[in-house]
């Protein structure tokens, strides 16, 4: 499986660009800006299909592009059905409070956590982790972890905002994150790769440190 990183937009978000070597088909995740910038990076990797955008969240800087992109490639889009007002408003995802439009799009497959989706002739697992919004999602494929803003580098996501909760977030790294018997390259939503074990043993918010 390989996995392109694209920083996107003002803030930097990460979209992720995954596919298998042998395969034109890839899945997105994250598409929060510069659809321009994403289309011409699946050209270069000789993608020719899209089968599904995967959205860890609805906050404006993950999902920006989803639109585009979804008219482009006929991608199915797939995000919590906590997070669902978040395709359709801006206020719920933010934008209007950092001065971004961006545009509405439907959502193709409604998530609950625990499915497992079969994106790009993958096996995608989709884990609730709530509590940096209420339909955080983390989907695992392979060795990768898709965190959005669930998880960073020796960080963890803000919980200040509209939707966020902390007393759930705490549940999500203490029981749902520690839950997770193996390790995984986890792909952050902004910032640097790490690893789960890595972040298990060094990162304050789950050591116990903080």
Do not use: W
């Not at 395709?87 to 001065?99: I, M, P, Q, T």
């Not at 697992?125 to 392979?142: E, I, Q, R, W």
């Not at 203490?174 to 790490?194: F, K």
């Amino acid at each position: 499986m390989k996995v392109e990183q694209i920083a996107v937009g003002e803030l930097y978000a990460n979209a992720f660009i995954v596919y298998q070597e042998e395969s034109n088909k890839a899945f997105v995740v994250d598409p929060g800006a510069d659809f321009e910038k994403i289309k011409e990076r699946l050209k270069a990797r000789g993608i020719g299909e899209v089968t599904h955008i995967l959205l860890t969240h609805g906050h404006f800087d993950h999902i920006g592009a989803a639109a585009a992109l979804k008219q482009e490639t006929g991608a199915k889009i797939c995000i919590h059905e906590r997070d669902l007002p978040m395709l359709k408003s801006g206020r719920h995802n933010l934008a209007v409070f950092s001065g971004f439009s961006i545009p509405e799009c439907e959502a193709d497959i409604i998530l609950k956590g625990g499915e497992t989706i079969a994106a790009a002739d993958m096996d995608v697992a989709v884990l609730h982790t709530p509590g940096h919004s209420g339909g955080s999602v983390c989907y695992l494929c392979g060795d990768a972890l898709f965190a959005g803003d669930t998880l960073f580098y020796m960080s963890v996501g803000r919980t200040d905002f509209p939707g966020s909760d902390s007393a759930e977030y705490r549940h999500t790294l203490d029981t749902v994150l520690r839950g997770i018997r193996r390790d995984y390259d986890v792909y952050t939503g902004h910032g640097i790769r790490t690893t789960l074990y890595a972040e298990f043993k060094s990162n304050p918010f789950l050591n116990g440190t903080i």
